[in-house]
């Protein structure tokens, strides 16, 4: 099955794949809701009708992380498009702001397999999740809310020569604030779990079966991260309540044709909260540390929760 996406000019405007993901499983499909009747006719037997009433589409894709298609998950993440500047003859840095409304930026998926091909329109990300250890390809999980599928056709998966992230391209660094955050020193960890929660919601009315609207609602970033039990470092951030700036940096090869630019994906969170202490004492193991972390807003300070999140590539536009 190819599984491909592009962003939408117009939310629930369908368009054409403009990147196909390398899906390592797929459970998106139609879910129609229908109203069973329940009058009684006389008998032990249920009602004699159930209409449609509502058309949507939901489900999951997990696949692997790569720099072409991260851009447009971005843009449907965060709710708009980047601002890209040229940084270095062909590298084109992407910048990303939290979109702050309910009708974040949308995605048309398209599928084709040997019955034929799908298109869901207005797809909208409910959660998404990033799967980091250290000797793996980096994973990505998203799911999905859409309206219901339609046939269409004309479509050939196609997959250009994108770049995947591995975990030992992660650089961990923590912080007072996120101005000291490129002088901290890297943390090595033994594996990193980043989510997004979007809380999508499904707006359906009374004059069709097609939702409305499907829209955002509380933003949400947590994750959890394990590390050796080496010292109580960690363990006194949870107990003192300190909140402390994170960065997520992917650094990749060097971009091609470019002096110093390489494929990079960046993240800075600007106040979170260390949580959940939770050690692994096995026997005949080393020792470990797992703890949790919660996104806040940074109020009195960068007044945000996402300070900066950039993609570089060789993607000119999103």
């Known amino acids: 099955m190819g599984i491909g996406i592009g962003v939408e000019t117009t939310r629930g405007v369908g ?106 329109k207005m797809s909208m990300i409910d959660t998404f999740e990033l799967d980091i250890s250290p000797n793996s390809i980096i994973g990505a999980k998203v799911s999905f809310m859409s309206q219901g599928s339609d046939t269409t056709s004309g479509n050939t998966a196609t997959y250009g020569a994108s770049k995947k992230f591995i975990g030992r391209f992660l650089t961990f660094k923590v912080a007072d604030t996120t101005s000291s955050l490129a002088a901290a020193a890297k943390i090595n960890l033994k594996s990193l779990t980043l989510k997004i929660e979007k809380n999508a919601e499904v707006q359906a009315t009374l004059s069709t079966v097609q939702p409305e609207d499907i829209v955002n609602k509380m933003f949400n970033i947590t994750g959890d991260f394990v ?82 999140c950039t993609l570089v590539n060789q993607v000119a536009t999103y």
């Open 15 to 120: 368009t054409a794949p403009a990147y196909w993901l390398n899906a390592t499983s797929f459970s998106f499909r139609d879910v129609p809701d229908r109203a069973l009747s329940t009058a009684g006719f006389g008998g032990i037997w249920g009602g004699d009708q159930s209409p449609m009433t509502l058309e949507h589409a939901a489900g999951d894709i997990d696949f692997e992380l790569d720099d072409q298609s991260f851009g447009a998950i971005l843009t449907a993440l965060l709710g708009q498009s980047p601002t890209t500047v040229t940084t270095d003859t062909t590298a084109y840095t992407h910048t990303y702001t939290l979109s702050n409304n309910n009708q974040h930026s949308s995605l048309t998926m398209t599928t084709t397999d040997p019955i034929g091909q799908l298109q869901f």
């Open 227 to 308: 590390l050796n039990y080496e010292d109580r470092t960690w363990l006194n951030y949870v107990k003192n309540g300190s909140y402390k700036a994170i960065r997520i940096d992917l650094t990749h090869d060097d971009l091609a044709g470019t002096t110093t630019a390489k494929y990079q994906f960046t993240l800075d969170l600007s106040k979170c909260s260390i949580e959940s202490f939770d050690p692994s004492f096995n026997l005949d193991d080393v020792v470990t540390q797992k703890f949790t972390f919660n996104a806040l807003y940074d109020a009195g300070g960068n007044n945000n929760v996402i300070n900066s």
